[in-house]
Structures are given as structure tokens and as C-alpha cells.
């Protein structure tokens, strides 16, 4: 019986160029069908032990800003700073399970305005990337497996108005049928699903880990072009999650389980290949040419 994976995707950093942040990430999320009903039920637990509900929503902006903390946890769920703190890095944990695979693509949109006169929207270009990311990673498994993808339901009204959802269902139906213009698309089936995260653990997670993945390439993006860097400095939190991302032969991270464009190609650089290697003294996993954890919120 064919394997299947659930692709639960959210972004981070603004979807359109002009705007602030110089950085546009989407991160998915890989969860098998197999794992989905143990996972869900450990995150249902979780939540009900440290807030006496499992409808409570993890949400990324909600525990960086301490006024938005303070609304949203410590005064409605009368839970001590502590506790909460406790209770993400037991989220931490569960992001740790074996089965789970993480996966990005980010657009650096000052590089792209650079180098196009009419640069692809960031949102298109990176979900074509995490796409073909997906399917690479189904085509490697030894058995048959296929999967689906389920992103974050757009609330923000003004995107709503522009039609992002319907665009996006589009440019994924189109793979579908037709692959992309350097991917054949065999194991991906179903149209674009759209959940709103207040409704799902797992795309709760991938908005905790949508944020690491901005935050480290906002704090450290442009060493991972420097062709002489040699390690690749790792905010916090993204240390929590890093070891989670697929990697390629050799345990290669780049341009499997993270895809950055503008890449060296196009940038006229040597590439760099950073590495996953296992580091006891840390506990999750440093690059060679290698990286280095950097703490802060």
C-alpha cells in the first residue's frame, strides 16, 4: 500500500516586493498519515495540560510580542511565563519526531529586484520551489509514496481582495497537470487545500517553524551566499528545528531541503554546499562548512 505524506505549508516575511522585510520564506511541513493521528493527539494533550483546553493556537507572532503573549496566553489561560515557556519547548520536542521532514524555499527580493526589471512575484516563485522540493522528497522514498498539500488560509483582507489563495490554487493545479518547467510532478495528487491555522496543530507548527526559517535567513542570509563562509551562524530557535530538514546525498542541505533564490547560479557564485552533520555537544546538527548557534529571541 502506497505511503502518503501530508504537506502542511505557511509563510513568513511580506509576499509582495517594495515592503520591508528583505526576505520572503515559505516552510512546509511533512507529516505521514501513519504519524498524523499519534502526533495530533500528543499535541492535543499537550495544550490541554498547560492551558485545560486543546483549542487554544500556537501561534508565532503571539509569542515573540509580550503584550500579544500577555492577551493571548498568560491572561487568558492564567499561565505563568514559565509554564508557557515550558510548554513551547515540549512543542519543541514533538517537532522532533523521526518521521517528520521539514522543507523551504526563500526569496531574497532585494537580490531579485537587482537582477530583474519585472522580477516573479515572491509568493509564485517560492511556492514553485517548495513544490518541486516536495516532490524530489517523494521520488526518493524506496516505497511508493505520494502526497498532498494543505496550506495556512489567508486572512489578511487585503491579499484576500488581490485573489492569492485563487492564484495559488491555480499555479498548483497547473503543476498538476502540466509539472513545472524543470520538474515532472508523478507523486503529488489533490488540489490545494486551504485550512485556517486556528483550526490545525500541524499547520500551527509549520507557522512556529515558517518564523525560525525568516528569522535565520533575516540574521544570517548573506552567508549563505558568501562562497568564503565557512559555517553558518543559527538563530535559536532555528537550531530546535534545523536537523528536521530533508537533506540530499551526502546529507546535503542546500537546494534540497532549503532552496534560496536568487541561487549561486544565478549570482555568479561558486556554490556552497552546507552540510547536516550530527554534533553531540550541541544535540541537533551543525553544516560543514558548518554552523554555529546564536541565541535571542
Not at 38 to 51: G, Q, R, V
Not at 59 to 80: F, G, M, N
Not at 115 to 140: D, G, K, V
Not at 195 to 212: G, P, R
Amino acid at each position: 500500500m502506497p505511503n502518503t505524506y501530508l504537506f502542511y505549508i505557511d509563510e513568513s516575511g511580506q509576499r509582495e516586493y517594495g515592503r520591508t522585510s528583505r526576505y520572503f520564506a515559505l516552510c512546509g511541513l511533512g507529516v505521514p498519515v501513519e504519524s498524523w493521528q499519534l502526533l495530533n493527539n500528543n499535541i492535543h494533550t499537550l495544550k490541554l495540560s498547560y492551558f485545560g483546553t486543546p483549542s487554544v493556537e500556537i501561534k508565532s507572532v503571539w509569542l515573540r510580542q509580550p503584550e500579544a503573549r500577555k492577551k493571548h496566553y498568560l491572561d487568558l489561560y492564567s499561565i505563568t511565563e514559565a509554564k508557557l515557556q515550558e510548554c513551547i519547548t515540549r512543542l519543541y520536542e514533538i517537532l522532533d519526531h523521526p518521521s517528520l521532514a521539514l522543507f523551504a524555499s526563500v526569496v531574497d527580493k532585494t537580490q531579485m529586484t537587482q537582477m530583474y526589471t519585472m522580477p516573479q512575484n515572491p509568493s509564485s516563485l517560492a511556492y514553485r520551489h517548495i513544490f518541486e522540493r516536495f516532490q524530489h522528497f517523494l521520488e526518493s522514498q524506496d516505497d511508493a509514496t505520494y502526497g498532498m498539500v494543505i496550506f495556512d488560509k489567508i486572512h489578511d483582507a487585503a491579499f484576500r481582495t488581490k485573489g492569492y489563495e485563487n492564484l495559488l490554487t491555480r499555479q498548483h493545479l497547473r503543476y498538476l497537470q502540466q509539472g513545472t518547467d524543470f520538474v515532472q510532478i508523478d507523486n503529488i495528487v489533490e488540489g490545494l487545500l486551504f485550512i485556517s491555522s486556528s483550526e490545525n496543530n500541524f499547520v500551527q507548527l509549520a507557522d512556529l517553524c515558517a518564523y525560525n526559517l525568516f528569522r535565520q535567513f533575516k540574521d544570517h542570509g548573506r552567508q549563505w551566499d558568501n562562497p568564503t563562509a565557512d559555517r553558518w551562524p543559527l538563530y535559536s530557535y532555528f537550531s530546535r528545528i534545523v536537523h528536521q530538514f530533508y537533506t540530499g546525498p551526502g546529507n546535503v542541505l542546500s537546494g534540497f531541503g532549503i532552496r534560496k533564490y536568487p541561487d549561486h547560479k544565478k549570482l555568479e557564485l561558486p556554490r556552497i554546499n552546507w552540510v547536516l552533520a550530527g554534533d553531540e555537544f550541541f544535540g541537533w546538527g551543525v553544516y560543514q562548512r558548518g554552523c554555529e548557534p546564536t541565541y535571542g529571541f
